[in-house]
């Protein structure tokens, strides 16, 4: 077929371009080079900038024409996140989130009493990944003259701030090769270092900024660790270490497979909560979902970002799953959907969260990394079938939005049934789940699952001036929450960008996502 005139001109724009950039240039699928020359330079011209926008675009549009894109309903999802960035842009700059109802700033207590602009740095990579130029430079402008988590008030969580502020940032230096971003993202985790100050290691929860001093959450299990939030930093301290040489980082999770490696686990499964102070666990409640989930994501992605050289974690990973399997793994009785079902002390309580749909996507991962024909087989399967179960939870509701958890009983099953369960706040783990299977099966149904979520979205969800989560996913029309969550266009929109676009955009070859989806690149073989 040959090229029309605007595909022409794209093509010698994009030719002229990659001779002015010359080596400096270095696609989604691999590790970028500085692009600054000097180490530590804040400063990167517009004109660099563009060209690298250029450059993505002409990508983008050799992918649409040539690989397996669905350009309008990619295109599609570009809007959306056009729509909820720009009335980010108009009602709430500078603050963590928008309350798009209201027409104004929003700030969850994660990130204490300060103005920090969460959403910009969770939207940086998104930007960038899907071409937006002028919104991209506006947050990167945030970043380098403005942010600055010092002047945060209040304790901080380490969790949130190491997955969205340090690892956006992460993600943004090995996407453009820009050291400010880096350095950002370093002077962020040495801010959390004194969290870490532990007999065991186990970093303590929340950090105040401004002092250093570290505490627990008060309500997590008399003052515990939460297996999530420890669990999930590995990824962002590990690369750390590797593009600074600064072992520090590394170090600091080195202490912690330590600690977790040795401490003894009830039936081979890691409760939720652990004793910063005495390695042991406090309660024996274990979940896939909230408190437990990213722990698992991230032993495994640990292995694939390492380039398989850390089998440690893959060994850790692979007996973790197995106790899970072998013990919360279920069926249920009228049409057969597996599901996870959590542990509190004795009793087996049937209920899987939306958090846990992730592990749909874990599972695809895992099939395209594991090495026996049976292994991959086996994964697949259980990501299949729950990546099943969870649209099953979408299409059972009036809005066909899932809720935040939902249970089976013997009248019920993919239902949330307490009224504290019902709710939506944008959550991307469904669909999370249905990019990775499609990634790895090429099975259109998840795509035609993703554009009836976006489609639901786009009905129950979009408001005059963003997006907000509703209240009650079975009641139509639905009642909006006011609040646009920054990891609407950190998670939710990339993994729906990325299900239409071609799969040379991110490669999951060469780019492991952290669980705020932030990419991270994969350790390259010399």
Not at 6 to 11: G, M, S, T, V
Not at 249 to 267: A, F, G, H, L, Q
Not at 284 to 289: A, D, R, Y
Not at 356 to 366: R, T
């Given at each position: 077929?040959?090229?029309r005139l605007?595909?022409?001109?794209?093509?010698l724009?994009?030719?002229?371009?990659l001779?002015?950039?010359?080596?400096?240039?270095?696609?989604?699928?691999?590790?970028?080079?500085?692009?600054?020359?000097?180490?530590?330079?804040?400063?990167i011209?517009?004109?660099i900038?563009?060209r690298?926008a250029?450059?993505?675009?002409?990508?983008?549009?050799?992918?649409?024409s040539?690989?397996n894109a669905?350009?309008?309903k990619?295109d599609?999802?570009?809007?959306?996140?056009?729509?909820?960035?720009?009335?980010?842009?108009?009602?709430?700059?500078?603050a963590?989130e928008?309350?798009?109802?209201?027409?104004?700033?929003?700030s969850?207590?994660v990130?204490?009493?300060?103005?920090?602009?969460?959403?910009?740095?969770?939207?940086?990579d998104?930007?960038?990944?899907m071409?937006l130029?002028d919104?991209?430079?506006?947050?990167?402008?945030f970043?380098?003259?403005?942010?600055?988590?010092?002047?945060?008030r209040?304790?901080?969580s380490?969790f949130?701030?190491?997955?969205?502020?340090?690892?956006?940032?992460?993600?943004?230096?090995?996407l453009t090769g820009e050291e400010?971003?880096?350095?950002?993202a370093?002077?962020i985790?040495?801010?959390?270092?004194?969290a870490?100050?532990?007999?065991?290691?186990?970093?303590?929860?929340?950090?105040?900024?401004?002092t250093?001093?570290a505490?627990n959450?008060a309500?997590a299990?008399g003052?515990?660790?939460?297996?999530s939030?420890?669990?999930?930093?590995?990824?962002?301290?590990?690369y750390?270490s590797?593009?600074?040489?600064?072992d520090?980082?590394?170090?600091?999770?080195?202490?912690?497979?330590?600690?977790?490696?040795?401490?003894?686990?009830?039936?081979g499964?890691?409760?939720?909560?652990?004793n910063?102070r005495?390695?042991?666990?406090c309660q024996?409640?274990?979940?896939?979902?909230a408190?437990?989930?990213s722990?698992?994501?991230?032993l495994l992605?640990e292995?694939v970002?390492?380039?398989?050289?850390?089998v440690?974690?893959?060994?850790?990973y692979?007996?973790?799953?197995?106790?899970?399997?072998?013990?919360?793994?279920?069926?249920?009785?009228q049409n057969?959907?597996?599901y996870?079902?959590e542990?509190?002390g004795?009793r087996?309580?049937?209920?899987?969260?939306?958090l846990?749909?992730?592990?749909?996507?874990?599972?695809?991962?895992?099939s395209?990394?594991?090495?026996?024909t049976?292994?991959?087989?086996?994964?697949?399967?259980?990501?299949t079938?729950?990546g099943?179960?969870?649209?099953?939870?979408?299409?059972?509701?009036?809005?066909?939005i899932?809720?935040?958890?939902?249970?089976?009983?013997t009248?019920?099953?993919?239902?949330?049934?307490?009224?504290?369960?019902?709710?939506y706040?944008?959550r991307?783990?469904?669909v999370e789940?249905w990019f990775y299977?499609w990634?790895?099966?090429?099975?259109?149904?998840?795509?035609?699952?993703?554009?009836?979520?976006?489609?639901?979205i786009e009905?129950?969800?979009?408001?005059?001036a963003?997006?907000?989560?509703i209240?009650?996913?079975?009641?139509?029309?639905?009642?909006?929450?006011?609040?646009q969550?920054?990891?609407?266009?950190?998670e939710?929109l990339?993994y729906?960008?990325l299900?239409?676009?071609?799969?040379a955009?991110?490669?999951?070859?060469?780019?492991?996502?952290?669980?705020?989806?932030?990419?991270?690149?994969?350790?390259?073989?010399?």
């Open positions: 077929m040959g090229l605007w595909e022409k001109y794209i093509l724009l994009g030719l002229a371009v001779v002015v950039v010359g080596v400096s240039f270095v696609s989604f699928s691999s590790e970028p080079e500085s692009l600054n020359g000097a180490s530590g330079s804040a400063k011209s517009r004109d900038i563009a690298k250029i450059i993505h675009n002409f990508v983008s549009s050799v992918n649409a040539s690989g669905d350009v309008e990619r599609h999802v570009r809007g959306m996140m056009q729509f909820a960035w720009n009335n980010y842009k108009k009602y709430a700059w500078g963590n928008l309350k798009p109802i209201s027409m104004m700033g929003h969850a207590s990130f204490g009493s300060g103005r920090s602009g969460a959403t910009i740095v969770d939207a940086l998104t930007l960038f990944i071409g130029l919104e991209y430079a506006d947050a990167r402008q970043v380098v003259d403005e942010l600055d988590m010092r002047t945060a209040g304790d901080i380490v949130e701030t190491n997955i969205r502020f340090v690892g956006g940032l992460l993600s943004a230096h090995a400010a971003y880096l350095t950002k370093q002077d985790a040495d801010l959390l270092i004194s870490f100050d532990t007999p065991t290691g186990i970093p303590l929860a929340l950090v105040n900024m401004r250093g001093r505490n959450w309500w299990s003052g515990c660790s939460i297996l939030e420890f669990g999930s930093i590995e990824l962002e301290f590990n750390l590797r593009v600074t040489r600064n520090t980082y590394s170090k600091k999770i080195e202490r912690i497979r330590k600690t977790i490696s040795e401490v003894d686990k009830p039936d499964l890691y409760p939720n909560f652990i910063p005495t390695g042991r666990w024996k409640h274990v979940s896939v979902g408190l437990g989930d722990f698992y994501e991230y992605k292995y970002m390492s380039g398989k050289k850390d440690a974690a893959k060994k850790l692979d007996e973790a799953i197995a106790a899970l399997e072998a013990k919360l793994l279920y069926k249920s009785a057969n959907l597996w996870f079902a542990m509190k004795s087996v309580e049937h209920k899987m969260d939306h846990a749909c992730f592990i749909a996507g874990l599972f695809a991962l895992q395209a990394n594991e090495e026996s049976e292994a991959k087989a086996h994964a697949l399967e259980l990501a079938q729950i099943n179960t969870c649209h099953e939870s979408y299409i059972r509701t009036a809005t066909k899932g809720p935040e958890s939902f249970r089976f009983t009248d019920a099953e993919a239902v949330a049934i307490r009224s504290t369960e019902k709710y706040i944008l991307p783990e469904v789940g299977l990634r790895v099966t090429k099975d259109e149904k998840y795509r035609e699952w993703a554009w009836a979520a976006i489609e639901a009905k129950h969800c979009r408001s005059p963003g997006y907000s989560g209240r009650d996913v079975y009641q139509v029309p639905a009642e909006q929450d006011d609040v969550q920054s990891f609407l266009l950190s939710t990339k729906l960008y299900i239409f676009a071609d799969d955009v991110i490669p999951l070859d060469r780019w492991v996502f952290n669980t705020e989806a932030h990419p991270l690149p994969v350790v390259r073989s010399e």
